[in-house]
């Protein structure tokens, strides 16, 4: 009987044991090969099904371990490793380091992401890696860009049927910095990237749509972050020469390597172009960047970056088509070649992330920005003044001072898995003698049509919360920005400020559901706004300053195959108040209601481990919503536009890529009667690295020297020697055929 007993019990500890073992957490860090810690890595137990993902120092904790159990830990870009769970781990923790690799498609689990698409993008950016600061938006599926002032201006932009011109309908920033200018002389949201140097691109995060709290201003149609590197893991010496005086040279260096808790470089980078055109651009830019980045007690994080930019450009301008048909100058010529422009952006910018307590993680960055913009532009040649012409001048000084800041929390509510995160943040422009006049030559001032200071405040907070569902998760938010505008018109004798106050709030509501491991749907809704320049509320004392966007993406992410990812969304946009752009009178003016809806499509294959595919699509219908049927075309709205390439990645040293774009024909003005020429245009690039050190190539843009109007407006405009004005198609000539080399040296 003793006997009997002495076994009952010992099974009954046994099973007691087993029951507490199989209920035990499991706490650990994860860290590459410098032991530096890794964010959002996926660990996955195979045998309770539980998963969680690392926080920003690298720790994580996951629940329901057994002595035996098999646990997964994995991240896009790194080897992933299986480790059998035994008793050192509850009681020491679970220490992993992982190791970088290349990057493929058929490592991707989309539930395993954070944010799936973004994880494609790093896909495209790794087999297809951009050399210039103009081709950076471009990795952002479906959006399409275009150049027309002389190399310096900021990039047109277009994505699901908005011509966004230079931002008012997108918000991009760089390491939580915005590069949207508000109240700009050149237009409202205008957005120059030209002062982030490409190689030091980490990672590119985007969205599509009015649905991400963490957006405010100007995230209509969606938002665009871009995040520096680190650590460059080496330096490197590039330079590269070619046809119209093309010339760029780059250094990178490494001052910390091999330094386990700290990194360090400085990039340098010098560009020379003079265009194909008739008038040399004589464009210049020289760009400076570095960054430090350490990590404190506990892996606290904490990294400064100091960059600063100038350039300077002379443009041939947007030319008239009968000035062309007739013979009066080429595609390459102008009207008036005395435009052009100088611009520089100096920023300091300092963030800082930490684990608080209870695993409450904190991400904040404070900034500062000093920017300095001057354009000459001639919109309408001779229309205005016969005698002098019309050309313009955009003058402005500008500061901007800023922080964002979030508190992500990972916790339950009953038995539910909840991830709150809440911020809050501050930007304060104050920009001195924003001005608008009319010169000629670019030497002498006629009169001033615009002249004054504006400060404006955002003052913003969001509440995000993520409710998991075992495979639906539901995430609601709620946005609040509070602005503040001030205008003093430096025109007027008596001083004066004009001010006003907004307050909106922006709910949003998205919906996704894991149906597999790889097959995600989403349903996302939510409200969005842009604002207007400061002179354009003052003037409409506060009303319809901040109209809205409604809109809503039903689609899914699918991996059909190990090695191909298909993405798709149907999508609907209805803005209360659409913005044109009048450069002449230098304001914003509102054009009435306007919906957008479509459809987004894309397609990734990796055919090897050295051949990779990729295009995006998207069809759309725009029109404005109080105009007649025939007369409520968007001017400038793409309906169709296509995007993609081929890249052979590192076969045997060689690499190389072919990317296309395309435009379909779209409406000039609202009724249709002039029609901006849609273009495909084709790039190649190639690279031979004789070894790790040492690689030479060569880059052709437009291979098949594609006569191409990059940019088009339907613009009224009269010539010298004209009588009476004329509409019609003005636009900038895309480039020629090409070419350049590129060798470069990595030490």
Same mark, same amino acid.
């Given at each position: 009987m003793l006997l009997k007993t002495k076994q009952f019990t010992w099974l009954f500890l046994l099973f007691i044991?087993?029951?507490?073992?199989?209920?035990?957490?499991?706490?650990?860090?994860?860290?590459?090969?410098?032991?530096?810690?890794?964010?959002?890595?996926?660990?996955?137990?195979?045998?309770?099904?539980?998963?969680?993902?690392?926080?920003?120092?690298?720790?994580?904790?996951?629940?329901?371990?057994?002595?035996?159990?098999?646990?997964?830990?994995?991240?896009?870009?790194?080897?992933?490793?299986?480790?059998?769970?035994?008793?050192?781990?509850?009681?020491?923790?679970?220490?992993?380091?992982?190791?970088? %690799?290349?990057?493929?498609?058929? &490592?991707?689990?989309?539930?395993?992401?954070?944010?799936?698409?973004?994880?494609?993008?790093?896909?495209?950016?790794?087999?297809?890696?951009?050399?210039?600061?103009?081709?950076?938006?471009?990795?952002?599926?479906?959006?399409?860009?275009?150049?027309?002032?002389?190399?310096?201006?900021?990039?047109?932009?277009?994505?699901?049927?908005?011509?966004?011109?230079?931002?008012?309908?997108?918000?991009?920033?760089?390491?939580?910095?915005?590069?949207?200018?508000?109240?700009?002389?050149?237009?409202?949201?205008?957005?120059?990237?030209?002062?982030?140097?490409?190689?030091?691109?980490?990672?590119?995060?985007?969205?599509?749509?009015?649905?991400?709290?963490? %957006?405010?201003?100007?995230?209509?149609?969606?938002?665009?972050?871009?995040?520096?590197?680190?650590?460059?893991?080496?330096?490197?010496?590039?330079?590269?020469?070619?046809?119209?005086?093309?010339?760029?040279?780059?250094?990178?260096?490494?001052?910390?390597?091999?330094?386990?808790?700290?990194?360090?470089?400085?990039?340098?980078?010098?560009? &020379?172009?003079?265009?194909?055109?008739?008038?040399?651009?004589?464009?210049?830019?020289?760009?400076?960047?570095?960054?430090?980045?350490?990590?404190?007690?506990?892996?606290?994080?904490?990294?400064l970056t100091v960059s600063h930019f100038t350039s300077r450009w002379d443009a041939s301008g947007q030319i008239p088509q009968r000035a062309v048909d007739s013979g009066l100058i080429s595609r390459f010529g102008s009207i008036d070649d005395t435009e052009g422009g100088n611009t520089s952006r100096s920023n300091v910018n300092v963030s800082y992330e930490a684990i608080l307590k209870n695993d409450l993680q904190f991400k904040s960055n404070v900034f500062y920005s000093n920017y300095n913009f001057e354009l000459y532009s001639n919109f309408t040649f001779f229309l205005e003044d016969p005698v002098n012409g019309d050309q313009i001048k955009q003058l402005e000084n500008r500061d901007i001072f800023g922080f964002n800041t979030a508190f992500i929390k990972d916790t339950k509510l009953g038995d539910i898995d909840t991830k709150v995160t809440t911020g809050f943040g501050l930007r304060y422009d104050m920009v001195s003698d924003v001005e608008l006049s009319h010169t000629k030559d670019r030497t002498e001032t006629l009169d001033y049509l615009a002249l004054g200071n504006v400060n404006e405040t955002n003052m913003f907070g969001y509440v995000n919360a993520e409710f998991k569902f075992n495979k639906l998760i539901i995430a609601p938010a709620l946005r609040l920005d509070h602005f503040k505008f001030m205008y003093n018109d430096g025109l007027v004798t008596a001083y004066e400020t004009l001010s006003e106050t907004k307050t909106t709030a922006s709910p949003k509501l998205n919906f996704y559901y894991n149906q597999n491991k790889n097959l995600q749907w989403f349903l996302k809704s939510g409200i969005g706004f842009h604002s207007n320049d400061t002179r354009v509320v003052v003037a409409q004392s506060g009303e319809e300053i901040l109209p809205k966007a409604y809109g809503a993406d039903l689609g899914t992410i699918w991996k059909p195959f190990p090695k191909m990812v298909f993405n798709t969304a149907l999508w609907y946009l209805f803005l209360e108040q659409e913005f044109v752009y009048v450069g002449d009178a230098g304001v914003v003016e509102p054009s009435g209601k306007s919906e957008r809806y479509g459809l987004d499509l894309g397609l990734r294959y990796q055919f090897t481990d050295w051949l990779y595919f990729d295009t995006d699509a998207t069809l759309t219908h725009a029109r404005s919503v109080d105009e007649p049927s025939g007369a409520n075309y968007i001017p400038l709205a793409p309906d169709f536009t296509l995007s993609g390439g081929l890249a052979i990645n590192d076969l045997n040293g060689f690499s190389a890529g072919i990317r296309y774009r395309y435009i379909d024909d779209r409406p000039a003005n609202e009724d249709n009667s002039i029609v901006a020429k849609g273009y495909l245009v084709t790039d190649l690039n190639m690279n031979y690295a004789f070894n790790k050190n040492f690689s030479v190539g060569m880059a052709i843009e437009n291979v098949f020297d594609t006569e191409w109007n990059e940019t088009q407006f339907a613009t009224e405009t009269r010539l010298q020697n004209e009588v009476n004005p004329v509409e019609e198609i003005h636009f900038t000539p895309g480039t020629p055929f090409f070419i350049k080399g590129i060798v470069s040296y990595k030490f």
């Open positions: 044991l087993g029951h507490v073992t199989q209920a035990q957490n499991i706490k650990g860090t994860i860290t590459d090969e410098n032991e530096q810690p890794i964010e959002d890595v996926y660990v996955y137990n195979l045998n309770s099904f539980t998963h969680t993902h690392s926080l920003s120092n690298g720790s994580f904790m996951i629940e329901k371990n057994s002595l035996g159990d098999s646990i997964t830990i994995g991240l896009l870009g790194y080897e992933k490793t299986t480790m059998v769970v035994t008793n050192d781990h509850f009681k020491n923790g679970l220490n992993v380091n992982l190791k970088s %690799k290349a990057i493929l498609l058929n &490592e991707l689990v989309i539930t395993e992401q954070v944010n799936a698409m973004n994880s494609v993008s790093r896909v495209d950016l790794e087999t297809n890696p951009v050399n210039s600061s103009q081709e950076i938006l471009g990795k952002v599926p479906g959006l399409i860009i275009g150049q027309h002032a002389g190399g310096g201006k900021a990039e047109q932009i277009f994505l699901r049927g908005f011509d966004i011109d230079h931002g008012t309908d997108i918000s991009l920033s760089v390491d939580g910095m915005p590069v949207n200018m508000v109240s700009h002389a050149h237009g409202q949201g205008y957005s120059d990237l030209h002062f982030v140097i490409p190689e030091t691109i980490n990672n590119i995060n985007f969205g599509k749509g009015p649905y991400n709290a963490s %957006k405010g201003d100007f995230a209509t149609a969606g938002y665009v972050e871009f995040n520096t590197k680190d650590d460059i893991n080496g330096s490197e010496i590039n330079l590269s020469y070619g046809q119209f005086g093309a010339l760029r040279t780059l250094g990178m260096f490494d001052l910390l390597q091999n330094s386990k808790r700290s990194n360090a470089y400085v990039a340098l980078e010098y560009i &020379e172009f003079d265009g194909p055109y008739k008038s040399p651009q004589n464009f210049n830019r020289v760009n400076l960047f570095g960054k430090f980045s350490t990590y404190l007690k506990g892996n606290d994080k904490l990294s």
